[in-house]
């Protein structure tokens, strides 16, 4: 028998019993990403399974160079986990002349200033160590194509990459930890400087039609509170859960579940005008954001219909869910939120220059007590300037169901997540 036969067969084996969610696509009123069809239209031999780094690249066509490019329908059904690092250490990826050490002598603002960021030899192998990681841990997928979890599938220190592509479907994955070996100091970056990663665990720039369905999210046992403090500041290895930036458009992100990471969802990249105007058309729904610390989402420019979500905001460093962004359009209904004691209720909501923001029908619940109706903007208003103003100045249209707030606990402990899809 030969080996593609064997392959075909194995796919088979894993797809059935999944009751072919591997060719189901979006409903055609489940938000903007609606009527995604992913690698629906694939025929047999476009159907495979992944158990590891090599055939994951295989199944999506072969050259991971290339892969962004493959429009070929087709199917990846992952199997188990899956190491993208496969075991390559931070070490493995250093250039020869970079030094942790060495950098930070070498960059600290007391020797290097905090006028200007990082050039010379050290930054220079620090890009090198950086493209080296990158090129093992990237992940790039191309139009056309459905990604379905089976049998615990994960994925752990990879980047899923989406660029400039259309209609793919991520179904079923738990991703986690894609840690940034080399993060980059900038001393420009706020009043004190920031270290920035680079690695989202699924990544939008410039992509259309996608579905994140049913996914699981977080930086596994890597906490980035865990991390050191260099220059006075976190050695931040982590960045987005699932970023949609540069023009990205008509997606839907429902049933996930994101847990212990910071940066979730960042909703454009810029506060500059440009290819992100008139596009980051998303929604999200039925999403569990357990302990994330912001971006839940932050948006810029995008009509973002945010309904029927659990935010569990208890983590001592919470600092905001609901990014108001320049130019954004949130349209937030009947979300439940679990607040610690000391969690405000005016702080669900931040300001980043936007000031429309729709928030109706939310359900806050503080520490044991019993939920309750709150007008979210209005408690921002009280507590902060500036004023938002009480209306994202659209309404959506495309939605498959808007269940009470009060239900959506429940809703969302018994469907969301890579295990709970069927």
């Given at each position: 028998m030969?080996s593609?036969?064997?392959?075909?067969l194995?796919a088979?084996?894993l797809?059935?019993?999944?009751?072919?969610?591997?060719?189901?696509?979006?409903?055609?009123?489940d938000?903007?990403?609606?009527g995604?069809t992913g690698?629906?239209?694939a025929?047999?031999?476009h159907?495979?399974v992944?158990r590891n780094?090599?055939?994951l690249i295989?199944?999506?066509?072969?050259?991971?160079a290339?892969?962004?490019?493959?429009?070929t329908?087709k199917?990846?059904?992952?199997?188990g986990?899956?190491?993208a690092t496969?075991h390559?250490?931070?070490a493995?990826h250093?250039?020869?002349?970079?030094?942790?050490d060495a950098?930070?002598a070498?960059?600290?603002p007391?020797?290097?200033?905090?006028?200007a960021?990082?050039?010379?030899p050290?930054?220079?192998?620090r890009?090198?160590?950086?493209r080296?990681?990158?090129?093992?841990?990237r992940?790039n997928v191309?139009p056309?194509?459905t990604?379905?979890?089976?049998?615990?599938?994960r994925?752990?220190?990879?980047?899923?990459?989406?660029?400039n592509?259309?209609?793919?479907?991520?179904r079923?994955?738990?991703?986690?930890?894609?840690a940034?070996?080399?993060p980059?100091w900038?001393?420009?970056?706020?009043?004190?400087?920031?270290?920035n990663?680079?690695?989202?665990?699924?990544?939008l720039?410039?992509?259309t039609?996608v579905?994140i369905?049913?996914?699981t999210f977080?930086d596994?046992?890597?906490?980035d509170?865990e991390q050191?403090v260099?220059f006075?500041?976190p050695?931040?290895?982590h960045d987005?859960a699932t970023d949609v930036i540069r023009?990205?458009?008509?997606?839907?992100v429902?049933?996930?579940d994101?847990?212990?990471?910071?940066?979730?969802?960042l909703?454009?990249?810029?506060?500059?005008?440009?290819?992100?105007?008139?596009?980051?058309r998303?929604t999200?729904?039925h999403?569990?954001f357990g302990n994330?610390l912001q971006r839940?989402?932050?948006v810029?420019?995008?009509?973002?219909?945010?309904?029927?979500?659990l935010?569990?905001?208890?983590?001592?460093?919470?600092q905001?869910?609901?990014?108001?962004?320049?130019e954004?359009a949130?349209y937030a209904?009947?979300?439940?939120f679990?607040?610690g004691?000391d969690v405000p209720?005016?702080?669900v909501?931040?300001?980043?220059?936007?000031?429309?923001?729709?928030a109706?029908?939310?359900l806050?619940?503080?520490?044991?007590?019993?939920?309750r109706?709150?007008?979210?903007?209005a408690?921002?208003?009280?507590?902060?300037d500036p004023d938002?103003l009480?209306?994202?100045?659209?309404t959506p249209?495309l939605?498959?169901?808007v269940?009470?707030?009060?239900?959506v606990p429940?809703i969302v402990a018994?469907t969301a997540g890579s295990?709970r899809l069927?």
């Amino acid at each position: 028998m030969s080996s593609i036969v064997v392959s075909l067969l194995a796919a088979a084996a894993l797809v059935a019993p999944a009751h072919d969610v591997a060719r189901e696509t979006a409903d055609p009123r489940d938000g903007w990403g609606a009527g995604t069809t992913g690698g629906a239209a694939a025929d047999a031999e476009h159907v495979a399974v992944a158990r590891n780094r090599a055939e994951l690249i295989a199944a999506l066509g072969g050259d991971n160079a290339t892969n962004g490019q493959n429009a070929t329908p087709k199917i990846v059904v992952v199997s188990g986990r899956i190491d993208a690092t496969e075991h390559k250490t931070c070490a493995d990826h250093a250039d020869p002349e970079y030094s942790l050490d060495a950098f930070l002598a070498a960059y600290d603002p007391a020797v290097w200033g905090r006028t200007a960021k990082p050039s010379g030899p050290l930054e220079d192998a620090r890009v090198r160590s950086a493209r080296r990681q990158g090129d093992q841990i990237r992940i790039n997928v191309g139009p056309n194509t459905t990604i379905v979890g089976v049998r615990g599938a994960r994925i752990d220190g990879g980047s899923l990459i989406l660029t400039n592509v259309g209609n793919v479907i991520v179904r079923g994955v738990e991703f986690t930890d894609a840690a940034d070996c080399f993060p980059a100091w900038d001393p420009t970056d706020g009043a004190a400087g920031n270290w920035n990663s680079l690695y989202d665990l699924v990544s939008l720039s410039g992509a259309t039609n996608v579905w994140i369905d049913h996914n699981t999210f977080s930086d596994g046992d890597n906490h980035d509170s865990e991390q050191p403090v260099y220059f006075g500041r976190p050695y931040q290895v982590h960045d987005g859960a699932t970023d949609v930036i540069r023009g990205s458009d008509l997606v839907t992100v429902s049933y996930n579940d994101y847990y212990d990471h910071d940066k979730t969802m960042l909703i454009g990249s810029t506060d500059t005008p440009g290819v992100d105007v008139g596009k980051l058309r998303v929604t999200v729904h039925h999403n569990r954001f357990g302990n994330v610390l912001q971006r839940a989402p932050r948006v810029r420019f995008g009509q973002v219909d945010v309904y029927n979500n659990l935010f569990v905001a208890t983590d001592e460093d919470y600092q905001y869910s609901l990014g108001a962004g320049v130019e954004s359009a949130i349209y937030a209904e009947k979300n439940y939120f679990r607040l610690g004691a000391d969690v405000p209720a005016a702080d669900v909501i931040h300001y980043w220059k936007g000031t429309r923001i729709t928030a109706i029908g939310s359900l806050v619940q503080v520490g044991s007590r019993l939920p309750r109706p709150v007008d979210l903007v209005a408690a921002y208003n009280e507590a902060y300037d500036p004023d938002l103003l009480p209306g994202a100045g659209w309404t959506p249209v495309l939605r498959t169901r808007v269940d009470p707030a009060v239900a959506v606990p429940l809703i969302v402990a018994a469907t969301a997540g890579s295990r709970r899809l069927r």
